[in-house]
T-cell receptor
Framework: KAGVTQTPRYLIKTRGQQVTLSCSPI?????VSWYQQTPGQGLQFLFE???????NKGNFPGRFSGRQFSNSRSEMNVSTLELGDSALYLC??????????????FGEGSRLTVL | DAKTTQPTSMDCAEGRAANLPCNHS???????VYWYRQIHSQGPQYIIH???NNETNEMASLIITEDRKSSTLILPHATLRDTAVYYC????????????FGKGITLSVRP
């Protein structure tokens, strides 16, 4: 059974650009959550999608957005990139709504570097 | 969600049991205790969770005190591959709540 797949694994952008990251959850999983990990702030929750609807949102500016498609795949977008957006972005999927089970299955992450 | 307190780091010898403590003195009656770990450069991995009773699976055992104010994750026979950051998280189940990761405890397993 394939795990959570995130693409791209690594990318470099410059300030002011935008970026789109993709996440394919485990087959059958309908919930996708996104997290940002930085050395200073650790792992922080961005948002959660279930059945194509955003169900929960962390404390991030509106430059961070996401969506989920009918096949449960999800994308997150960061616009007007800042140096501080450099981080490992992790996607997690779960069988039901993530907040009800706690059993999240994480991907390997997309490492974004903003120059 | 209740806050957790974990030591910054600990080490243990390969083959020995690793006992990782976690304090969650303000835990509510409907909050579960979850453990995840993150091996360097990988995404976090779910280990185990519990509410009141002790739990065991193929990876680890979770011991929760009777007053639920603290818990211990036990890796019965630690290997070098268990070297990782271990996160103890408490959260409400059945509600819209997110996983709040603290700094975790860095476990170093030495040969």
């Amino acid at each position: 059974k394939a795990g959570v797949t995130q693409t791209p694994r690594y990318l470099i952008k410059t300030r002011g650009q935008q970026v789109t990251l993709s996440c394919s959850p485990i087959s059958g999983h309908r919930s996708v959550s996104w997290y940002q990990q930085t050395p200073g702030q650790g792992l922080q929750f961005l948002f959660e999608y279930f059945s194509e609807t955003q169900r929960n949102k962390g404390n991030f500016p509106g430059r961070f957005s996401g969506r989920q498609f009918s096949n449960s795949r999800s994308e997150m977008n960061v616009s007007t990139l800042e140096l501080g957006d450099s981080a490992l972005y992790l996607c997690a999927s779960s069988l039901r709504q993530a907040t009800n089970t706690g059993e999240l299955f994480f991907g390997e992450g997309s490492r974004l570097t903003v120059l | 969600d209740a806050k957790t307190t974990q030591p910054t780091s600990m080490d243990c010898a390969e083959g020995r049991a690793a006992n990782l403590p976690c304090n969650h003195s303000t835990i509510s009656g409907n909050e579960y205790v979850y453990w995840y770990r993150q091996i360097h450069s990988q995404g976090p991995q779910y280990i185990i969770h519990g509410l009141k009773n002790n739990e065991t699976n193929e990876m680890a055992s979770l011991i929760i005190t009777e007053d639920r104010k603290s818990s211990t994750l036990i890796l019965p026979h630690a290997t070098l591959r268990d070297t990782a950051v271990y996160y103890c998280i408490v959260r409400v189940a059945g509600a819209n709540s997110k996983l709040t990761f603290g700094k975790g405890i860095t476990l170093s397993v030495r040969p």
